[in-house]
T-cell receptor, first 115, second 115 residues
Framework: GAGVSQSPRYKVAKRGQDVALRCDPI?????LFWYQQALGQGPEFLTY????????KSGLPSDRFFAERPEGSVSTLKIQRTQQEDSAVYLC?????????????FGPGTRLTVL | AQSVTQLDSHVSVSEGTPVLLRCNYS??????LFWYVQHPNKGLQLLLK??????LVKGINGFEAEFKKSETSFHLTKPSAHMSDAAEYFC?????????????FGTGTQLKVEL
């Protein structure tokens, strides 16, 4: 079946612009996660949703980062007033009730470059 | 708190020889441990996972890993490397007491396979 999809795959923004990154999880998956992967590093946790509820946002680096999942399916990660240090690959993952509680399935990521 | 340390940032092997990628973990509670692989411009793919069942875990593509609590290690091995194994490998820990909602990644090991 279809996996996790993310759009756009690549985004170039000028410093100060707002961006919105979209994640379509695997159909029926109730849990959704966002991670940030800087160049040469492992992914780092940003935030977690169960259905439409954002249960953990401890990894969001600043109040410029905002995530939502209003209908418990598609999620959007928004970054306001982008800065160069926001340049990274943003990964989305989903997890379903039928799978092991711990298995997260990852999308291909959105590569954000802030000039 | 949880963390993982991947002891080698780069590993180079010849095709047909064994692969060993080393990982040590730290976790306050009983951990779940994973190895993910990331090929260039591809999403993260789960290789294998340990969730308190058998300590020797077999994964896809001939990889396996052994959970050693006394050594806090979860090294990844493969008897015979193939050219297609060249990729970045991440050791990952999650805290099952916390519901396994936050994956903590190591910094990755780049595996190079030479003819």
């Amino acid at each position: 079946g279809a996996g996790v999809s993310q759009s756009p795959r690549y985004k170039v923004a000028k410093r100060g612009q707002d961006v919105a990154l979209r994640c379509d999880p695997i159909s029926g998956h109730v849990s959704l996660f966002w991670y940030q992967q800087a160049l040469g590093q492992g992914p780092e946790f940003l935030t977690y949703f169960q259905n439409e509820a954002q249960l953990d946002k401890s990894g969001l680096p600043s109040d410029r980062f905002f995530a939502e999942r209003p209908e418990g399916s598609v999620s959007t990660l928004k970054i306001q007033r982008t800065q160069q240090e926001d340049s990274a690959v943003y990964l989305c993952a989903s997890r379903g009730l039928a799978a092991s509680p711990d298995t997260q399935y990852f999308g291909p990521g959105t590569r954000l470059t802030v000039l | 708190a949880q963390s993982v340390t991947q002891l080698d940032s780069h590993v180079s092997v010849s095709e047909g020889t064994p692969v060993l990628l080393r990982c040590n973990y730290s976790s306050s509670y009983s951990p779940s441990l994973f190895w993910y692989v990331q090929h260039p411009n591809k999403g993260l793919q789960l290789l294998l996972k340990y969730t308190s069942a058998a300590t020797l875990v077999k994964g896809i593509n001939g990889f396996e890993a052994e959970f050693k609590k006394s050594e806090t290690s979860f090294h990844l091995t493969k008897p015979s490397a193939h050219m297609s194994d060249a990729a970045e490998y991440f050791c990952v820990v999650s805290d099952r007491k916390g519901g396994g909602n936050k994956l903590t990644f190591g910094t990755g090991t780049q595996l190079k396979v030479e003819l």
